[in-house]
């Protein structure tokens, strides 16, 4: 899954840049318009101000970072910056926006969709080259958790123990192959009460995903003093463990169809998988961050949306367009459900 999507010669997030969107393989909030973009740049510029205002320790002069993770082509980066300019002019001068970048291709893409604000944005490789100095920060992603590579497991009913799929070539054809058990540590993460493992259907598959536990802990463990959130498609681990979801949530798509076969065409279409909220959650607890929320998408942002609709509010003209797009963000048969937020801070 890692050389599928990330390979630098021919990885499927290497080698195109239009792939979210109409004309790509799937829809992402960001896409939808400039709207996703606006109403975090109006959170965010909340957030700031209170900080400013509750904390001693944040100078009144003191630098903001927005840290952004999975930036894609940098077009969210560019709708938040937009926006701040424009409505937040004092916030503005005062922001360092830092993008965690650890490919070379795509950082080329995010130079020069953000060449307006060149003096504005920095590159990093990880969250925590991002955070070496302590001021307040908001370290947020859209979709970048379910793009990490996961393991795929399956139990045996049988044997009452969890063996590995890995991947062979079969004559000229990518195929699944049961691989022995795995590593203790890995199965640290699988249900293990004896009452759901009763029940679990002979080859019930499920997947793991410790890179994305190990990002958030890098960025929980760096971040001095704010929040980090992120939006994914994803579940709590009682929705992910579910006896009935016997496939698991890998899938592959492509110009917006689920392909059937997930290794027919690795480099060629999209390979995601849910994230897994609770595992997620419990990582960034366990590094001292405190759980504000973890909601669906669609709450999330009418949160947002509320604050915005009252008389007093300096957001700017809210014209049909932003109607429409913010009902597709938050629609339950659109990305309003599907979607979830969770938000810690420290
Ligand atoms: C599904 S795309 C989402 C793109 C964009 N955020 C959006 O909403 O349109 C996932 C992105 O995360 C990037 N990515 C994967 N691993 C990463 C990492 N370790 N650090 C930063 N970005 C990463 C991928 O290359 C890809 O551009």
Redesign the pocket.
């Known amino acids: 899954m890692e050389l599928a999507?990330?390979c630098p010669l021919c990885g499927y997030?290497?080698k195109k840049e239009d792939?979210?969107g109409q004309r790509g393989d799937?829809y992402?909030?960001?896409?939808v318009g400039p709207l996703f973009g606006e109403l975090l740049a109006f959170q965010f510029a909340e957030w700031m101000v209170e900080c400013g205002v509750r904390s001693a320790e944040c100078g009144a002069a003191d630098p903001l970072r927005l840290i952004?993770?999975?930036?894609?082509?940098g077009?969210?980066a560019r709708d938040i910056l937009n926006w701040l300019r424009v409505r937040r002019p004092e916030l503005f001068e005062r922001i360092e926006y830092c993008i965690?970048?650890?490919?070379p291709t795509?950082q080329l893409w995010q130079r020069e969709t953000l060449t307006p604000f060149s003096d504005r944005v920095r590159w990093f490789e990880?969250p925590r080259s991002a955070l070496r100095t302590p001021y307040f920060t908001v370290v947020f992603?859209?979709?970048?958790l379910?793009?990490?590579p996961v393991h795929r497991l399956g139990w045996d009913a049988k044997a009452k123990s969890w063996f590995e799929w890995g991947v062979t070539l079969d004559r000229e054809r990518f195929v699944w192959v049961r691989l022995p058990p795995p590593a203790p540590s890995a199965i640290l993460h699988l249900p293990s009460s004896h009452e759901l493992l009763a029940v679990l259907p002979d080859n019930f598959t499920t997947e793991i995903c410790p890179?994305a536990e190990n990002?958030w802990r890098d960025a929980a463990n760096s971040l001095p003093c704010g929040k980090l959130l992120t939006?994914d498609y994803g579940l709590s681990a009682e929705e992910f463990f579910s006896p009935q979801r016997t496939n698991g949530t890998l899938r592959a798509y492509r110009r917006h169809q689920l392909a059937d076969d997930l290794l027919a065409a690795p480099g060629e279409h999209?390979l995601?998988a849910h994230v897994n909220f609770t595992a997620i959650q419990r990582t960034g607890e366990a590094a001292g961050l405190k759980t504000g929320s973890f909601t669906s998408q669609a709450q999330f942002l009418t949160g947002i949306a509320e604050k915005i609709w009252k008389p007093q509010s300096d957001f700017g003209e809210w014209s049909p367009e932003h109607t429409r797009q913010f009902q597709t963000l938050t629609h339950p048969q659109h990305l309003g459900r599907a979607f979830r937020v969770l938000v810690q801070s420290r």
């Open positions: 999507l990330y997030y290497e792939t979210p799937f992402t909030s960001v896409s952004e993770a999975g930036a894609h082509d077009q969210l965690v970048e650890p490919s795509r990880t992603s859209n979709e970048l379910d793009a990490f890179a990002w939006f999209d995601t």
